[in-house]
């Protein structure tokens, strides 16, 4: 199991586990701690998955920018724990935010890859370039107008507030190549990756969401703080199964007539 990554099933119980741990609880504490776990899942498994495709991919690149997200929000979460013991709770604001812009970034380069390495096979696949062009005008709009929503966005600290401002605008731009992605896995009418790249797109636009409705999440509480601890979770499974999806393939070319061939003609994802 551990040379084909973690199994996705195993990671829908221990996500299953996490909700019902925090729901029980309501400890923040524990649903940071599983945030932690989730990532470090994600992290195993998309340096499992890059590996199982060629130096030059455009998939490996993605896979390998995605464990990069995942390798800083261990740090970022696990910060996150002491939130609510730590006597100020500005130096924990201030190193989530700051781990937090460049592990968007690189969900941004990861999905970007992704969908490149997809688009590039030439199998009939279509995009809008103007669609592109929309993606960057609606982060410039909407990190605009949401600005006043965010959770530091009245802080004492202009820089907290500068940081959280440009993540939203990343987290925008990361959902609009989700959609191109999601675009893209609908014309595949199906299919593992395409389950995989819809995965990948609702992890996306849920941290969106999420962030952008965070200043009324005190109206419907519980059901936020379930949203946000499933997130991590999304991204494990998709990541899981991805690494299991690539292993299945790669033994199955192995197997086939010819099959230095079609390894050779992979290296095109």
Not at 142 to 167: C, D, E, K, M, V
Not at 198 to 203: E, G, H, L, N
Not at 234 to 250: E, K, M, N, P, T
Request: with cysteine; net charge positive; aromatic share 12%.
């Amino acid at each position: 199991m551990l040379r084909k990554g973690l199994s996705p099933n195993a990671v829908l119980a221990c996500g299953a586990l996490a909700l019902a741990t925090f729901a029980a609880t309501r400890s923040p504490q524990f649903g940071q701690v599983w945030c932690v776990a989730a990532y470090l899942i994600g992290l195993f498994s998309c340096w499992r998955a890059s590996a199982l495709y060629p130096r030059n991919s455009p998939m490996r690149l993605g896979w390998l920018a995605l464990g990069c997200n995942c390798f800083l929000s261990v740090f970022r979460h696990a910060a996150l724990v002491f939130e609510s013991t730590a006597a100020t709770d500005y130096r924990i604001h201030m190193i989530s935010q700051a781990l937090q812009l460049p592990a968007l970034l690189s969900v941004l380069l990861g999905l970007g890859a992704m969908w490149w390495g997809v688009y590039r096979l030439g199998l009939g696949f279509r995009v809008r370039w103007r669609e592109c062009a929309g993606i960057v005008l609606a982060a410039a709009i909407i990190t605009w107008t949401f600005r006043n929503n965010l959770s530091h966005a009245h802080s004492p600290y202009g820089l907290l507030t500068i940081l959280q401002a440009i993540s939203l605008g990343v987290l925008v731009a990361i959902a609009g190549v989700a959609l191109l992605l999601n675009a893209l896995s609908l014309q595949m009418g199906g299919g593992r990756l395409a389950v995989v790249m819809r995965c990948v797109a609702v992890y996306a636009l849920t941290r969106c969401l999420l962030t952008l409705v965070q200043a009324d999440r005190d109206n419907f509480s519980l059901l936020w703080w379930l949203t946000f601890y499933a997130v991590p979770w999304i991204f494990a499974f998709a990541a899981a199964y991805s690494c299991w999806l690539a292993d299945g393939v790669r033994r199955s070319i192995r197997q086939q007539p010819g099959s230095r061939w079609l390894e050779t003609e992979s290296t095109h994802l």
